[in-house]
């Protein structure tokens, strides 16, 4: 036979329990002991999902009430100076309530601090937070909550794998105040702690610890390398069985090193990085076990079974049972349970996979290639492949004129009728804006008003008509704000869209949307990504009709608001049968219908949003380039079918940008805001060797703070701005939407920002 496993399994529950329990005892509902019961709750039912499915080792340490990188940072006892004191519970315990404080600044128990920072783990949407390091740190056996639950899940009988991160990954996403600090200097007092704990998994009985090191994947510099080296030949002497755990990609020049770590298995992602399992399994040590990530954790669709016993059988027939077969990697980047979309229709439904259905698929697979499979393996099977036969020809999937007019596009169809200076000219007599014009970036505040009406649209208690004059209120009073404030280029505020995915999402061919498929993205916070499904294009305008009306409100030019088509890939599980590239292509096509539509109705400014861009980058930085050039082109196809008068702005947040900054340039928008007043206007320094050619908006009011700027602040940075770009090439905004705002602050806010505009048009116009 061969041992199935998966890497690690969701834990929010299937009626997302986990956010309701926590979010309950956040706000005092809830007692601690009746937290930890749900707690308990949610692991006893993930295991037993496990053991029912017929897995051989259930995984331990994959449950966090928050994140498991930071409960692993609070096991290693590497908690921030300024979350110390009443921490600590009996016999030197990190306090539960002391997680949430470094997760979140505040707990119902403990004085308020400031989080810990929080950034997406490699490339999902998956959230952690950063380990924070600093020179001398030490480190000690903190917690004992992954004891626990082990002893938890022995006490129900599971054969127990307990998975955690890797030291080198660890201190990897690991992040120091101090510039020029080396954070494998921590490593030697970091492995003391890591040997202790795996002792006590010893002691407890657990044969198998899988040690997760995706930090393998990416480009390693040559001491991170060595250190590999080093710290697996310390670790490799603990009295249980490591199983390192690579995912997201292939091991690359990483390989060799891999493959050689004295420990007992490997877990290499085949679903990612297929090619390398020929590789691995040459120079993989006979002792080795080798785990397969065969089935796909960071999408829905159906595993095929048949090609995956075919591309296995080779590895089978060497390795016999040392091959194990798994998911590529944890599954909780996929929503819970299938069986629960009892409203999609059953043939998309038959297409897809959710991870309680990954498990089957997992054992099914083991059973096939070990030769136990019984009948359910084989009708798996065979339904397997009559589904994927099934939507390999469906209709709807592929449709004969979105290929052909893909195949239709040509290069000039990327380009702008002209270079940037002639269409500023011709933008500047169009728009007649002052110096320094100030704009926003789109929504404004989503009142609980806006919401309930649409919840009652849905619940069918308001009429669609009532509904869309709820919104057309909302607009003007937008538009009024907006005028009345003297903001000289307007938006319509997004009144009418529940998400900036979603909303075009439903309004195109192609898209699926789900009930319930929830996926964690931090903390209680999940989010439910469409599923592009099939060739996308757009039956009918989406954004015409509120752009023109709320355009017929004011004389002041109205921007027109899309989101790219780079996001609209990114923030959904995508189809897996072509290249994500040509999905993109077919949005992008979709989209430039849309920016047609809007200049032919009077638009003059339209903006295509791209939060998403920077964090498509592939793993490695050697496939950025290739990336860059598709994603560049895709949002150059959807903007460029508009005259030279017709401004296209973009935007951009969440990220650092300096290193891709020529990648922006070459998305030839004429006007760019983007995310920098957090850091200080760091973003200039990427000006210091590019000179960014067109206009650029560098936002200067933070709005994920309540705080009202103050005019002297945004005045000084817009000074700073104006030391390396010309005053007639910038904008002057906040840094991103306004939706999780409240008018009262936005409104001081956006007077502020004003009245920053007009000193600066005095002092430098
Ligand atoms: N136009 C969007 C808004 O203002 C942009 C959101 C974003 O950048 N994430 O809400
Ligand atoms: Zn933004």
């Not at 999902?124 to 004992?144: I, K, M």
């Not at 080779?314 to 980047?333: E, F, K, M, P, V």
């Amino acid at each position: 036979m061969s041992i199935s496993h998966v890497v690690g399994y969701p834990r929010i529950g299937a009626d997302r329990e986990l956010k309701r329990a926590v979010e309950a005892y956040w706000q005092g509902a809830l007692s601690r002991e009746s937290l930890e019961a749900a707690g308990r709750e949610l692991r006893t039912r993930h295991w037993a999902d496990q053991r029912e499915a017929g897995l051989d080792l259930v995984t331990v340490g994959d449950f966090a009430f928050y994140d498991q990188v930071l409960d692993l940072s609070v096991t290693l006892g590497a908690v921030p100076a300024r979350f110390a004191a009443e921490t600590e519970v009996a016999a030197g315990e990190v306090d539960l309530d002391t997680t949430f404080r470094m997760a979140r600044g505040r707990a119902p128990r403990g004085e308020p601090a400031a989080a810990c920072e929080m950034t997406k783990y490699f490339d999902t949407n998956y959230h952690y937070l950063v380990p924070e390091l600093h020179a001398g740190q030490s480190f000690r056996l903190a917690s004992s909550r992954l004891f626990d639950q082990v002893a938890e899940a022995q006490a129900l009988g599971h054969a127990v794998k307990v998975t955690l991160l890797g030291p080198l990954t660890w201190l990897w996403l690991g992040k120091a105040r101090d510039e020029g600090f080396d954070r494998l200097s921590l490593l030697e007092a970091l492995l003391p702690v890591y040997g202790e704990l795996l002792a006590r998994l010893a002691e407890q009985g657990v044969e198998w610890v899988q040690l997760e090191e995706p930090a393998l994947v990416q480009d390693l510099p040559r001491e991170w390398q060595q250190a590999y080296e080093a710290a697996y030949s310390v670790l490799g002497r603990a009295p249980v069985k490591l199983l390192l755990a690579s995912y997201f990609g292939g091991l690359g020049d990483n390989l060799g090193l891999a493959v050689g770590l004295p420990v007992a298995g490997l877990h290499i992602d085949a679903v990612r990085a297929p090619e390398q399992l020929a590789a691995v399994l040459d120079r993989l040590p006979t002792y080795k076990v080798l785990s397969v990530g065969a089935i796909d954790g960071r999408n829905i669709w159906r595993a095929d079974l048949a090609l995956l016993r075919e591309r296995l059988a080779q590895a089978r027939i060497r390795l016999g049972q040392r091959l194990w077969i798994a998911s590529s990697c944890s599954l909780l980047h996929v929503p819970v349970d299938l069986e629960r979309e009892i409203e999609l229709d059953p043939e998309l439904k038959s297409w897809l996979a959710f991870a309680r259905q990954k498990l089957d698929e997992t054992v099914t697979l083991a059973r096939l290639l070990g030769g136990s499979a019984t009948q359910v393996d084989h009708e798996r099977l065979e339904a397997a492949t009559l589904a994927l036969q099934a939507r390999r020809d469906s209709p709807r999937i592929h449709r004969p004129e979105v290929a052909d007019r893909l195949a239709g596009v040509e290069p000039l169809d990327h380009e702008r009728a002209s270079s940037y200076p002639k269409r500023a000219l011709a933008q500047r007599r169009a728009l007649d804006l002052p110096l320094f014009p100030t704009t926003t970036i789109g929504s404004f505040p989503q009142t609980d008003e806006i919401r309930a009406a649409r919840r009652a649209l849905k619940a069918g208690e308001l009429s669609l008509e009532a509904y869309e004059a709820r919104m057309r209120e909302e607009i003007a009073y937008a538009v009024a704000r907006q005028e009345a404030l003297g903001l000289d280029m307007l938006v319509h505020g997004e009144p009418e869209r529940n998400d900036m995915v979603e909303y075009f999402g439903e309004r195109l061919d192609g898209y699926a949307f789900t009930r319930f498929g929830w996926v964690q993205s931090y903390g209680s916070r999940c989010v439910k990504p469409p599923v592009i499904v099939g060739d996308v294009s757009r039956p009918d305008p989406m954004t015409v009709r509120w752009s023109q009306y709320a355009q017929s409100l004011t004389d002041r030019p109205m921007k027109g608001m899309l989101t790219g088509p780079v996001t609209m890939l990114q923030w959904a599980f995508v189809r897996d049968d072509q290249p994500r590239e040509t999905t993109c292509r077919q949005i992008a096509l979709a989209l430039r219908d849309e920016v047609r539509d809007l200049e032919a109705a009077g638009i003059r400014a339209i903006q295509i949003d791209e939060p998403a861009l920077r964090e498509g980058l592939p793993l490695r930085q050697g496939e950025w380039q290739a990336y860059l050039d598709w994603a560049v082109a895709c949002f150059r196809l959807s903007a460029a079918g508009v005259r030279d008068e017709t401004q296209i702005h973009t935007h951009m947040c969440y990220s650092e940008f300096n290193d891709i900054i020529d990648s922006i340039a070459a998305l030839d928008a004429d006007v760019i805001t983007i995310e920098t007043s957090r850091s200080n206007m760091e973003l200039l320094d990427a000006f210091q060797d590019f000179a960014y050619p067109n206009d650029i908006g560098p936002g200067v009011y933070d709005i994920h703070s309540p705080n009202i700027p103050a005019v002297e602040w945004m005045v000084t940075l817009m000074e700073k701005a104006a030391e390396r770009i010309p005053a007639e090439r910038l904008w002057i905004n906040p840094d991103c939407g306004l939706k999780t705002r409240r008018w009262e602050e936005v409104e001081p806010a956006l007077a502020n920002m004003v009245e920053a505009a007009r000193q600066l048009r005095r002092r430098l116009g």
